[in-house]
Every structure is written in C-alpha cells, then in structure tokens.
C-alpha cells in the first residue's frame, strides 16, 4: 500500500517523496499509525523533533491508547 511504498522510498534515501506517499496513506486511513510513526522518523531523520512530535499528538489525540506511538512521543520528549 501508501505506507509500503513510502518506506520503501525511506530506505532508498528519497524522504521527499516517502513522505508524500505517508501523507497520502494518512489521508486514505486517517487511523493507520505507520503513516504517522513513519512520519515522525522522517521528521527525527531531518532534525525537526517538534515536526515529529506534531505529528505523533495528533494521532495520540484520537487513538490515547496507542502503545507504540506513546512511547515514540516519550523518547522525542526525553531526548530534548
């Protein structure tokens, strides 16, 4: 899918173009969380913690519950 094909161009060292297809994949499955933790490593990759931290509330403010994406948030926290 979107999110696939994203990190795929992740790990090929095109992060543009990954994340327009993150984008993408979040507007099809606003409820996906690889989208936004992909993002967000994105984000880190090019030195924009709060990018990345945006990016994980937002999604933390419609699913709370979601482990992984809690304890992505922290780490960004604690490393500031």
């Known amino acids: 899918g979107l ?3 994203g ?3 992740m ?3 095109d992060p543009h173009s990954a994340m327009d297809y993150f984008v993408k ?3 099809v499955d606003p409820d996906f969380d690889r989208a936004y933790l992909n993002m967000a490593a994105l984000y880190l990759g090019a030195g924009n913690s709060q990018k990345a931290r945006d990016v994980l509330t ?3 403010s419609r699913h709370p ?3 992984e994406a809690s304890a992505a948030l922290r780490e960004i ?3 500031k």
């Open 77 to 79: 926290n604690d490393h």
């Open 7 to 9: 990190v795929i161009l």
């Open 25 to 27: 994949c979040q507007l």
């Open 65 to 67: 519950e979601n482990e």
């Open 58 to 60: 937002e999604y933390l």
């Open 11 to 13: 790990k090929t060292g």
């Open 3 to 5: 999110n696939g094909l």
